[in-house]
């Protein structure tokens, strides 16, 4: 039936004038297009029926993305409802006494309210003392056992520790013992390959010796004969590098002449041009005073 209604609030309009029952046809864009009648139809007299709307609505909106939310209304809103009226109470004449003995007994009530609150008060920090005394009670219990128990294990790894410690020196001194035999058969077979060495070496320096004296007597005979060839081209090829030494400086001394020559012959060729410049200069000077000459007694005249 929610399913029903669902589907009809969903299918219909949600306004509160078109309330028309029944689902909508869906229409879907590419259905074929409907043809028209064009026969003529007798009309018949409308029949006067009321259309009979639901009260109730559901009003689906999307709230989140992929979510819907429904709001269920039953009915609609009555806009002219008569409140009802509190009915009045007929006035009582109350005296003076009925209000004092009105205000006794709230008082006592008060009195044995207070009283019974101060009683569960009192009941229940009793409840708590004894909570905490028995909570006391319990933890110096498991402080005494945890104490005795941690007592206990110290004890037992006091005495593994002393056995583990009494096993480790009894290991080391045996491994001492090991190093310092092992110590002794190094030094013994060292001092017996050092002796073999020191033999050995004494060998080979006699073995050395005799076959330096062979070679030593080798290169004496050997050096006889070739020190006489060697002085020979020794002298030789100081020669060659004597006269190969004076053409060069043959040639150098020559170059050095034409060098020379060829530098004086410049400077006597820069002499000669100012030579030739100064006599220019000169003979300028003069012809300039034999104007100035000629000059000067023409003003003197004027």
Request: proline share 3%; with cysteine; charged share 40%.
């Amino acid at each position: 039936m929610l399913i029903g209604l669902v589907r009809d609030s969903v299918m219909q309009c949600f306004c509160h004038t078109c309330r028309a029952p029944g689902i909508l046809p869906a229409v879907s864009r590419r259905s074929a297009p409907i043809k028209k009648n064009n026969k003529i139809r007798s009309k018949q007299p409308r029949l006067s029926k009321k259309v009979k709307f639901i009260t109730t609505e559901i009003r689906c909106q999307e709230k989140s993305r992929g979510g819907l939310s429904y709001e269920v209304i039953l009915a609609e809103p009555a806009p002219n409802v008569a409140v009802p009226k509190r009915p009045v109470t007929p006035g009582k004449n109350v005296s003076v006494e009925e209000i004092e003995q009105k205000l006794k007994a709230a008082e006592e009530r008060r009195i044995s309210l207070e009283a019974k609150k101060m009683a569960d008060i009192s009941n229940k920090l009793a409840k708590v003392e004894e909570a905490t005394r028995k909570k006391d009670e319990i933890t110096n219990e498991f402080i005494t056992q945890t104490k005795e128990q941690l007592e206990s294990k110290m004890e037992q790894h006091v005495e593994k520790r002393d056995a583990i410690i009494s096993d480790m020196k009894e290991k080391l001194k045996i491994h001492a013992q090991e190093i310092e035999k092992t110590r002794e058969t190094l030094e013994q077979q060292k001092a017996n390959e050092q002796k073999a060495i020191e033999e050995k070496l004494k060998i080979a320096q006699s073995l050395r010796d005799e076959n330096i004296k062979k070679m030593l007597d080798r290169l004496k005979e050997h050096n006889t004969i070739k020190i006489a060839e060697i002085k020979s081209q020794n002298d030789q090829l100081e020669c060659q590098k004597l006269e190969e030494k004076a053409r060069i400086y043959e040639n150098k001394l020559f170059a050095a002449e034409q060098k020379r020559e060829k530098e004086l012959q410049k400077k006597i060729e820069k002499v000669q041009k100012l030579e030739r410049r100064a006599e220019l200069v000169r003979q300028n000077k003069a012809q300039a005073q034999e104007i100035d000459g000629q000059q000067n007694p023409i003003v003197s005249s004027g």
